[in-house]
């Protein structure tokens, strides 16, 4: 029997005995979801199971036992033909002739019961939902006086731009809160908010929305259609993913996502959120950076530490902003920095710490800023985790002379080279070749980067190697 077709029946059922009743499919709860948004809280729940009746188990069996409901066309035929028999026959002899036909009509007919009682049963949940919401939102606001005074001069035309309502208990966002058009700042921070209804797209005017420590499993897609929205926090919830649409506010300057359970960023964030200053995604189960964050081009601050990124792509060099950058505590998950890390001259700190990084770039003397530098509880070798307490100005120095050092031998080399070639032709030819070599191949070797977790070789063109040369 599919119970697909009443899925919110399905879910309850399932609630009430996960032996006894399959779950409802993933297509019928992506359905259900964001019309019971609060399925999950325990006292909506058990008005929804008390409201089951005991003789749910017998109808179910009898509908089950029924078989396939008969074609429609076959039922239409067989009206149809017992009409005809009717009117051409005594009824005696009718209803022998009609009783093959009257039965297909019977089973549909007892179908059509046994379907009417789960059809009316669903819509009596649905209404037991309402209802218990509506009580829930009542009582909030019949405690939560500050909640109806704002809605109260919300309605009496009052000019609200600013709403503080955290640490408040809430477990809903009264959908009048979308009427305050005017609101600038909202602060729902530290209550027991489930969802955020779509209501809050109508706030067009609202520029830092605070949503932190909540139990927030999604984000509304209608977000996206805050587009003066400079701040959002949703730190501390129970985020998986941060919806498409949020590429859309295209005014954020600061996005904390920490502190969730996300597991990718949305592909297309950094082609939006190009004004973006700060991003805080720690702690989180991250595994990539998408390739379109380097199109963030404003971005100061970035931390993703504590988290199970695997490479940090090459592009990340054209983030030339940037001033902090946290990659620490990725474990065994982060081998290598790609060397165009040392394209971010601007960069202040740097923390590489608790991860499985051999080496850095030879380039690092580049970031002539760098003030803070932690390469703690790695296993490096170059430098020596000696050199690496010592500070970001003695890690600049030794990557300095080791540079130079490697440049001085290869022109030795090339020396002896020319002179065994002879011509000067030759040694040209030799030469550039040795060069070319020098910039892309022995950076494979001395690490320069180029490991499989940086997202790519680096073009000869973009190298610092080829223009130092």
């Excluded at 996960?18 to 948004?37: D, E, I, K, R």
């Excluded at 009316?120 to 109806?148: A, I, P, W």
């Excluded at 600038?184 to 005017?205: C, E, G, H, R």
Aim: hydrophobic share 35%; with cysteine.
């Amino acid at each position: 029997m599919d119970l697909d077709r009443f899925p919110l029946l399905s879910y309850v059922l399932h609630q009430l005995d996960s032996n006894l009743h399959a779950p409802p499919s993933m297509a019928a709860q992506q359905t259900l979801l964001p019309s019971f948004p609060l399925l999950s809280d325990p006292q909506i729940m058990s008005s929804l199971t008390q409201s089951i009746p005991k003789t749910i188990t017998q109808t179910l069996f009898v509908f089950n036992s029924l078989g396939s409901r008969p074609n429609q066309s076959a039922v239409s035929s067989a009206r149809s033909k017992i009409a005809q028999i009717m009117d051409s026959l005594s009824p005696e002899e009718a209803a022998k002739e009609t009783e093959i036909y009257a039965g297909v009509v019977r089973l549909d007919e007892v179908h059509d019961s046994y379907e009417k009682k789960l059809k009316d049963l669903e819509e009596d949940l649905s209404r037991v939902y309402v209802t218990e919401v509506e009580s829930m939102l009542k009582s909030s606001q019949e405690v939560n006086e500050e909640v109806v005074a704002v809605l109260k001069a919300a309605e009496s035309g009052g000019i609200i731009e600013r709403i503080d309502l955290s640490g408040q208990e809430l477990k809903l966002i009264p959908e009048a809160f979308g009427k305050i058009v005017g609101l600038v700042y909202l602060n729902l921070s530290s209550n027991d908010l489930t969802f955020i209804p779509d209501a809050i797209s109508k706030l067009k005017n609202l520029e830092e929305l605070n949503v932190s420590s909540n139990s927030l499993e999604s984000l509304p897609d209608s977000i996206g259609m805050l587009l003066n929205l400079r701040i959002l926090n949703v730190n501390a919830n129970n985020l998986t993913a941060l919806p498409e649409s949020i590429a859309h506010c295209r005014s954020l300057v600061e996005l904390d996502g920490s502190y969730n359970n996300l597991t990718s960023l949305p592909t297309n964030i950094g082609y939006g959120l190009q004004n973006l200053e700060r991003l805080s995604i720690q702690l989180n189960k991250l595994r990539y950076f998408p390739g379109s964050i380097s199109e963030m081009y404003n971005l100061k601050y970035l931390d993703a530490h504590m988290n199970e990124i695997h490479g940090i792509p090459n592009s990340v060099g054209r983030l030339t902003k940037l001033e902090v950058l946290n990659l620490s505590s990725n474990f065994n998950n982060l081998m290598s920095v790609p060397d165009t890390i040392t394209d971010l001259t601007n960069l202040r700190e740097l923390d590489l710490s608790n991860n499985q990084i051999q080496t850095i770039p030879d380039s690092f003397y580049l970031l002539r800023k760098l003030e803070k530098l932690n390469l703690d509880q790695n296993p490096l070798e170059i430098p020596s985790q000696e050199v690496a307490n010592q500070g970001a100005e003695a890690v600049r120095e030794f990557m300095r002379k080791r540079w130079d050092r490697i440049m001085a031998e290869q022109q030795q080399r090339i020396g002896v080279e020319a002179e065994r070639h002879g011509d000067e032709t030759g040694w040209v030819y030799w030469g550039t070749s040795m060069v070319t070599n020098l910039v892309s191949g022995v950076t494979q070797t001395i690490g320069f980067g180029g490991g499989s977790g940086d997202g790519g070789d680096k073009k000869l063109g973009d190298s610092h190697y080829y223009h130092q040369l």
